[in-house]
């Protein structure tokens, strides 16, 4: 659906407009790191606990600790991408068609959608611990259609702008965030809130810092050859290369 998408787009908000959705999905593939393994740690205790029922507090718990700190680490993307509006809007991209204060606007709103969405890969990790695969690819292929189907709707009658694009995918960000987690506490054999346990972050903070270091050096190597390539390319542009 994404790809089908896209030339709809492109042919209502302009090529530039819509190149403003590649540095969101170039800011998402940067920000991973920041996962810090918890997602995958948040799989591993839910299917280990998940055996014994004598660990049903203990499973609320590891999912109310783990929630906590991946807030936490979301409101800290959000503000970050907000403050770095300016500069990015300023510096790192040059526009010909938008303004420099459209382009903080949707920077700006990207950083909500992107603090909206992070939390949803930590309730995902949560949900597959619990072998609710199917509940999960149901809720992904709901959202995404109404993303799509939603985003083009908002473009057509309402305004063919990133500023709009970005906003309907706030509302949809906000909408998967708040379904995700109430399948996860659904799912969960004690469906009341935990609390928050130091020292389960004690037990998983090696097996999160492993997955963490494993993202880190994944993103190295996907994006080196972009790095290498773009090497090249410049110094053929200074005549290094014939």
């Not at 659906?1 to 030339?7: N, V």
């Amino acid at each position: 659906m994404s790809l089908a998408f896209i030339p709809f787009y492109i042919q209502l908000m302009g090529v530039e407009s819509y190149g403003i959705v590649g540095v969101y999905a170039s800011l998402i593939g940067i920000l991973t790191v920041l996962d810090l393994g918890l997602s995958q740690a948040m799989n591993r205790e839910m299917a280990r606990l998940s055996h014994d029922e004598q660990n049903n507090r203990l499973m609320a718990n590891t999912a109310y600790t783990l929630e906590v700190v991946y807030w936490i680490v979301a409101v800290v993307i959000g503000c970050i991408v907000a403050l770095l509006a300016i500069p990015i809007a300023n510096y790192w991209l040059n526009p010909e068609q938008l303004t420099r204060n459209d382009l903080r606007w949707a920077i700006q709103i990207m950083g909500l959608v992107i603090a909206l969405r992070w939390p949803v890969s930590f309730y995902m990790g949560g949900l597959n611990g619990l072998q609710r695969q199917v509940i999960v690819n149901v809720l992904l292929s709901v959202v995404a259609t109404l993303q799509g189907v939603g985003a083009l709707a908002v473009l057509w009658f309402v305004e063919p702008t990133i500023q709009a694009f970005f906003m309907w995918q706030a509302v949809m960000a906000l909408l998967q965030v708040f379904v995700f987690r109430w399948a996860l506490w659904h799912s969960l054999p004690l469906r009341q809130k935990g609390m928050f346990d130091k020292n389960v972050l004690k037990k998983i903070w090696r097996f999160a810092a492993g997955m963490s270091g494993i993202s880190l050096l994944a993103m190295i190597l996907t994006q080196l050859d972009k790095v290498i390539l773009s090497k090249m390319l410049s110094l053929t542009e200074f005549g290094y290369y014939t």
